[in-house]
């Protein structure tokens, strides 16, 4: 009999597009609430419990409390939210970051999704902490652009709804300029760092698509790394990967520019090394409900149902 899954917050952006992905699988099938009982906490709660998963699409508060429905033991939940990201007890969903980490997904009945930002960060600096060559005190800054469905429906309207008292037409736009944006301690601990890295987000006029940079100014790391260094080291960290692809010196050096969108609708990453022996500049482009949400939660029900990874992907 094939396992039964479960989206609470189905309505919801990555509740949808998790929904699309799995609705013509054979390998298990997905059940729904009643769209009239969406609110009901007994329906929801003995959905919850009768499924052998559920992917929380819910806002971090609604995620908590979902969780404290939950009294079969056997329930597998994946959390989309930032409720859990670094709790206790509950396993980060990135197969790739680590050794040991796709394994660990297996074995848990309590995984967290990775956010769309960290998921590149991580992606670039978490070979580059562990083989020494970013020193875990280094004052690290990011700067990422994403979609503007990467901020959800009320971002979504921002953009879309001319009607919206909110609505903009802004064709770009930095935000979290106070560094009170929740990603940080995310990345901060799947990485390894000793401080939180310096966090520049912003948003453009279009629907998805991501790209995460970290620069680094090579003199001012322990033995002035290469950038052919980093990138071997990177490729080698990678090298097994099909979700992660890092990009040849030579593919990056035949960019003159790189933009968001090329791998919308995928639940691919790629990793470029741009720059020189002096600067480097490390960039992650994915799909920002892609790897960064969406496809991410299916593969992480994936290992967790012990199907095939790339099922839906």
């Given at each position: 009999m094939a396992p039964t899954v479960f989206i609470d917050g189905e309505a919801g952006t990555t509740g949808l597009q998790i929904a699309d992905r799995l609705r013509d699988r054979k390998d298990l099938e997905l059940v729904s609430i009643d769209p009239t009982r969406?609110?009901?906490?007994?329906?929801?709660a003995r959905m919850i419990n009768s499924a052998d998963a559920v992917v929380l699409c819910l806002p971090d508060a609604a995620a908590i409390e979902a969780v404290s429905l939950v009294e079969n033991a056997n329930t597998v939940i994946i959390d989309a939210s930032t409720a859990h990201r670094i709790a206790d007890g509950w396993v980060y969903g990135f197969a790739e970051m680590a050794k040991g980490q796709r394994e660990a997904i297996a074995k848990s009945k309590r995984i967290s999704n990775p956010g769309c930002y960290p998921t590149g960060f991580i992606g670039l600096m978490r070979p580059l902490v562990e083989a020494g060559i970013v020193p875990v005190d280094h004052p690290v800054t990011t700067n990422a652009v994403s979609g503007y469905t990467g901020g959800g429906k009320g971002m979504i309207?921002?953009?879309?709804?001319?009607?919206?008292?909110?609505?903009?037409?802004?064709?770009f736009r930095g935000y979290a300029l106070a560094q009170s944006h929740k990603h940080p301690p995310e990345m901060k601990v799947h990485v390894g760092l000793g401080f939180l890295p310096m966090f520049a987000p912003a948003v453009g006029r279009y629907a998805q698509g991501m790209l995460v940079e970290v620069p680094l100014i090579t003199r001012s790391l322990p033995n002035s790394p290469s950038r052919s260094h980093i990138h071997d080291v990177l490729s080698a960290f990678y090298g097994d990967e099909i979700f992660?692809?890092?990009?040849?010196?030579?593919?990056?050096?035949?960019?003159?520019?790189?933009?968001?969108?090329?791998?919308?609708?995928?639940?691919?990453?790629?990793?470029?090394?741009?720059?020189?022996?002096d600067q480097v500049r490390l960039v992650a482009r994915l799909d920002n409900l892609g790897k960064g949400a969406s496809g991410a939660a299916v593969q992480n029900l994936n290992i967790a149902l012990g199907l095939e990874e790339k099922s839906g992907l």
């Open positions: 969406r609110k009901d906490a007994d329906e929801r309207s921002m953009f879309e709804d001319e009607a919206s008292e909110n609505h903009t037409k802004e064709a992660v692809d890092v990009k040849s010196l030579e593919e990056c050096d035949s960019v003159g520019s790189i933009e968001p969108e090329a791998l919308n609708g995928t639940n691919m990453m790629e990793l470029f090394v741009f720059g020189s022996d």
